[in-house]
């Protein structure tokens, strides 16, 4: 069983290495894969469908809308700054904030002001980068724990449904970090990538403490109102 899962995991590891996805992005698209989303969502992050992460998630959802911090014009798209407060009247079943929070330097507004757009029992899907490069857009503030999320979203009187940290230990961890420059070396991502998943496991032998945790590439949090 854990040969089958281990190996499912390495060919989509790889699948999406060819795509020139960092490991961040494939764990949250692999995570997105797995929710039960049906209901409106709107997804910050993004202007549009071309940008989405959504776009990964196969089943069917009745809206996506989408808001991102620079201006854009369609339908579809609400211009929302979550460092101030906003008059939405626009109420959503669903919130996605994919590598969205570390750019927002009052993140307690942001979250409140999450809280004040979702529908009651509404769920609020968050995921940033812990273990990645400074990365301005346009600038970045902060990198986060999940003790630092289940806090502030108790705080604010949301349900924890889920959390995890993504990643299998310190060589994944170190690939994220040099996954810009290797990436521009032809071929050579695949059996780099391949041999730091194979050296993580390696260590398990002689260290049982879950290495995800100590050496969290992203991290993944569902909020419920």
């Known amino acids: 069983m ?10 989509e ?3 999406y290495t060819n795509k020139n996805f960092s490991i961040c992005k494939f ?8 929710q039960k989303i049906n209901k409106e969502i709107i997804e910050f992050g993004s202007n549009n469908y071309d940008e989405s992460l959504i776009k990964y998630y196969k ?3 009745s809206k996506i809308y989408y808001s991102n911090i620079f201006k854009k014009n369609n339908k579809d798209y609400f211009s929302i700054n979550l460092e101030k407060k906003n008059n939405i009247k626009k109420k959503f079943s669903n919130i996605l904030a994919f590598n969205v ?3 927002i330097y009052n993140d307690s507004n942001a979250i409140s002001e999450f809280k004040k757009m979702l529908k009651p029992n509404g769920k609020l899907y968050i995921s940033t980068p812990f273990l990645y490069r400074y990365h301005q857009a346009p600038k970045d503030y902060k990198r986060y724990t999940l003790d630092y999320f289940e806090k502030i979203l108790k705080d604010k009187k949301f349900k924890i449904k889920k959390k995890i940290s993504f990643g299998t230990g310190p060589f994944l961890a170190s690939y994220a970090l040099m996954f810009d420059y290797i990436k521009k070396i032809p071929l050579i991502c695949y ?3 391949l041999f730091c998943y194979l050296m993580d496991n390696f260590l398990l032998i002689f260290h049982k403490k879950n290495k995800n945790n100590l050496y969290p590439v992203c991290i993944f949090i569902v909020a419920q109102k």
């Not at 089958?4 to 060919?11: E, G």
């Not at 764990?27 to 797995?34: A, G, S």
């Open 27 to 34: 764990y949250q698209v692999q995570e997105l894969k797995k």
């Open 59 to 61: 089943k069917k959802i």
């Open 2 to 11: 854990n040969f089958t899962k281990n190996l499912s995991f390495v060919l």
């Open 101 to 103: 929070l570390e750019h």
């Open 13 to 15: 590891l790889l699948k």
């Open 191 to 193: 059996p780099i990538v």
